[in-house]
């Protein structure tokens, strides 16, 4: 009987799957901070930001390199306040780091006249100085972006698995797991390999996996 093999389609997984978003930024900038965190979890992205993430007794360094090290985005707030931010710095220096590693993707959002410092002055940034929703679309534009990269990918078969799974549809039907007619409620006929005999075919694709077959022209 000639069959067909279905993949599904890939989900994109939501945003949190990228984790905590790190935003640095100067002190002096925590309204737009506020604001933008607040848009960013109404998307339902997570953030995280030291306003919320630390309590009296924190050891702050160590606290932000650990924050820094599982981050797959940084945003970095760059404005005229910047510059004098020794913890903006610090935390620039450990984002480029793991960025240049291929380990995060590091955002500046620029706002008023601050001066992109050197570190990131290479990279596309977000532009807030004419209006925020301009901002906004483009940095929503960048992390939807690195979601699609979480998302799985069909994988493709060669023709030499396609004729190894001919084989398994007809050992499937010389040991009577899968009948020769088509159930006629339903197009989908669902195998697991579970129910199989050892062989070579149920360690080749596991024990409990599924197969989806369903009948061509028939």
Same mark, same amino acid.
């Given at each position: 009987? !000639? ?11 939501? !945003?949190? #799957? ?6 640095? @930024? ?12 607040? #848009?960013?979890e109404e998307k339902d992205y997570s953030t995280w930001v030291d306003e919320h993430k630390l309590?009296?007794? @924190? ?21 005229? @306040?910047?510059?004098?931010? *020794?913890?903006?710095?610090?935390? /620039? *220096? ?25 570190? %990131?002055?290479? %990279? ?13 679309? *483009? ?10 990269? /979480? ?9 030499? %698995? ?15 797991? /899968? ?11 669902? %195998? ?6 050892? *062989? ?19």
């Open positions: 009987m !000639p069959f067909s093999i279905v993949i599904p389609k890939p989900v994109v997984d939501p !945003p949190r #799957q990228l984790g905590e978003i790190f935003i640095s @930024h100067a002190s002096q900038d925590k309204r737009f901070v506020r604001r933008l965190t607040k #848009q960013l309590t009296p007794g @924190h050891p702050l360094a160590t606290k932000l390199s650990e924050a820094i090290g599982k981050a797959q985005v940084v945003i970095v707030v760059i404005s005229k @306040h910047s510059k004098q931010s *020794n913890w903006l710095k610090y935390e /620039l *220096n450990l984002a480029t780091e793991r960025m240049v590693k291929n380990h995060c993707r590091v955002i500046p959002i620029v706002l008023g006249e601050g001066e992109v410092p050197p570190e %990131i002055k290479g %990279i596309v940034y977000a532009d807030f100085r004419t209006t925020f929703k301009q901002g906004w679309d *483009n940095l929503l534009r960048a992390l939807e972006e690195e979601v699609a990269k /979480l998302a799985p990918r069909p994988k493709m078969f060669s023709q030499e %698995i396609e004729r190894l799974l001919r084989v398994v549809y007809d050992t499937l039907l010389s040991v009577s797991v /899968l009948s020769s007619q088509p159930d006629s409620r339903s197009q989908w006929d669902c %195998i697991e390999f579970k129910d199989l005999p050892p *062989n070579k075919f149920g360690k080749m694709f596991g024990l409990g996996t599924r197969l989806y077959l369903t009948s061509c022209g028939l």
